[in-house]
């Protein structure tokens, strides 16, 4: 078995044309490569999810020819393993972001692998180990250039730095009976739709800090809500909704469509990777003014 670890920073502040990747989005690169590494590994010509649970999948791969079968292991939101089930070679390849002591990004891959029939520090391992070496120095890179076309292709998030100060200048999409009726509330429902448009709605816990929504979980990242965000699918909808009072009937609810993304924060969960919504469309009802009137639901919308 050898093992070999190499980094390559994940931004060029020289090159001013790059897209700049945040942590998230190098995050959400690394989850998309595990369901389908075709697009980030040359040589990858087929990879299909065979089992999931928890923060493992199982896949099987065609890598330059050889078929192999692989355990993948989340570490939200800092590495993801590979472990080597089946095939010629055997062992396993981590991918984990890192920060220097200047708090710029790296992309980090460590494999530790066995060639069946191949004798332990022989030239030939030593040959093998070079040309996977230079193998995966390459997936690195074509693992970032592929994660900044999914930025540029809308997606992944863009650099969420910028969608905060856009969000602050965007102020005036709640009022201020809106934020409070939110912030009493525990439970909304989240709709979000699957890559073969099959929608799926689920109740939610949520934290709201005037502006955006976040959803969070104990396992959050093995949810398929979390994945259809994560896949890219990030037209979402979010209802928050109660009765005020069953006689006379005075339901109050704030409906929102918008964007979501997945971004790390400090929350209920701990520090883990939470299910952002942004709004663009909200209609609300019985809470800035009377559910009805004349015998009319009065509902209020507002675009952003």
């Not at 690394?30 to 999931?52: H, I, S, W, Y």
């Amino acid at each position: 078995m050898f093992t070999i670890s190499r980094s390559l920073p994940v931004n060029d502040r020289n090159n001013p044309e790059q897209v700049i990747l945040t942590r998230d989005q190098v995050w959400q690169g690394l989850v998309f490569k595990a369901e389908n590494a075709v697009p980030f590994v040359p040589g990858m010509t087929a990879c299909e999810v065979r089992e999931r649970s928890g923060q493992q999948l199982v896949r099987e791969c065609v890598y330059k020819g050889d078929r192999l079968r692989e355990r993948v292991t989340f570490h939200p939101p800092r590495a993801v393993d590979f472990e080597r089930l089946s095939g010629n070679v055997r062992g396993t390849i981590r991918n984990e972001i890192e920060e220097d002591e200047n708090g710029a990004l790296h992309l980090c891959f460590t494999f530790s692998l066995a060639v069946q029939g191949i004798a332990h520090n022989s030239p030939e391992e030593h040959a093998y180990a070079t040309a996977m070496e230079g193998d995966y120095v390459r997936a690195i890179g074509a693992t970032l250039t592929t994660i900044r076309q999914l930025v540029a292709e809308g997606k992944l998030p863009h650099n969420h730095t910028a969608d905060s100060l856009q969000q602050r200048e965007e102020s005036g999409m709640f009022s201020e009976q809106e934020i409070a009726y939110l912030k009493s509330q525990r439970l909304a429902r989240l709709a979000t739709v699957s890559q073969k448009l099959q929608p799926d709605v689920s109740p939610v816990g949520f934290e709201f800090d005037g502006e955006s929504f976040y959803i969070g979980g104990l396992n959050n990242p093995a949810t398929l809500k979390y994945r259809n965000v994560a896949r890219g699918n990030t037209k979402v909808a979010l209802v928050v909704d109660d009765l005020e009072s069953i006689d006379p009937w005075r339901p109050r609810f704030i409906k929102i469509h918008g964007r979501a993304d997945i971004v790390t924060r400090k929350g209920q969960f701990g520090e883990s990777p939470y299910i952002r919504v942004t709004p663009h469309v909200k209609w609300s009802m019985g809470i800035d003014a009377p559910a009805f009137q004349g015998g009319k639901p009065v509902i209020k919308k507002t675009t952003r």
